[in-house]
């Protein structure tokens, strides 16, 4: 038996290493798949669509705001997966009444690092964690050296329209942006506030608009509609698993960010 804490500082009791994980949130199915972990999963939801052929061979439990407790209950689990931002607190007391409960909260780089190193001790995958780190840092350094003679660019995230919401202060999203060079002219804001278009200028007139590809599926009559309110700006689709998926997937977002790069100097 051993307790440990969760990133929200909670201290969660395990019997053993866990068997039977059911992953409430995409990017940690991802990455417990990517621990070794395949087998020991159990349940995920719908929106794990990483690696694809899980979904035929893991029970849907639902959807990261909304899950089956019954469901997640009949799959005998040992530990189950969440995240602060992904995951609703209100889950936590029928969650914990299942399994012992992680919840985790990556807002940062070190923050997704250290998810990965925990997740590997408590897995006792460390062997794993640890080379996964080693070449989440390697890229990241490498990426570093890329970024570091391009100019600062001005920059406005959007996830969601009418509301429209961007990606503010607080957010592993705004770290992925400060790691590229775009100074996020919502960055005072906190977390995902609702913006008013019509006051974009006002706010930063931003040279790049990314229109995040996941939650919301932006269409170019959104691009259009921005871009009415805007100077000089580019509007792109972006991959929002490469700006919000910590983990694993750090490993191909540091040269979609190269691609993204080279895409946008075409056009200044």
């Known amino acids: 038996m051993k ?38 999963l159990v349940g995920i939801t719908k929106f794990c669509v990483h690696p694809f052929h899980l979904k035929s061979t893991k029970t849907i439990v639902g959807g990261t705001k909304k899950v089956d407790f019954e469901k997640i209950k009949a799959l005998n689990p040992d530990f189950i997966l969440g995240n602060k931002e992904e995951n609703s607190y209100d889950f936590l007391p029928e969650l914990e009444k299942i399994a012992p409960t992680y919840f985790s909260d990556v807002n940062t780089i070190q923050n997704s690092v250290d998810l990965v190193l925990r997740l590997g001790s408590i897995f006792n995958r460390r062997t794993e964690a640890d080379n996964l ?16 003679d391009k100019p600062t660019r001005k920059v406005a995230y959007f996830i969601w329209a009418k509301p429209w919401m961007v990606a503010g202060n607080e957010t592993y999203i705004n770290e992925m942006l400060q790691l590229n060079k775009f100074e996020n002219i919502y960055k005072n804001m906190s977390r995902y506030p609702k913006v008013e278009i019509n006051k974009i200028r006002h706010e930063g007139d931003p040279d790049v608009i990314i229109l995040s590809s996941e939650p919301f599926p932006f269409k170019d009559e959104h691009a259009l509609e921005i871009g009415t309110f805007t100077n000089r700006s580019i509007t792109v689709f972006g991959d929002g698993e490469m700006f919000s998926w910590p983990g694993s997937r750090m490993l191909l977002a540091f040269d979609y960010f190269k691609e993204l790069h080279t895409k946008l100097e075409s056009h200044f």
């Not at 990133?7 to 990517?34: A, H, N, W």
């Not at 080693?134 to 970024?147: A, M, P, R, S, T």
């Open 133 to 148: 780190v080693h070449k989440i840092e390697f890229k990241l350094n490498d990426f570093k050296q890329f970024i570091k």
């Open 3 to 40: 307790i440990v804490k969760d990133q929200i500082g909670r201290e969660i009791t395990l019997k053993q290493t866990p068997k039977r994980i059911v992953s409430l949130v995409p990017s940690q199915t991802e990455l417990l798949y990517d621990l070794a972990l395949e087998n020991e």
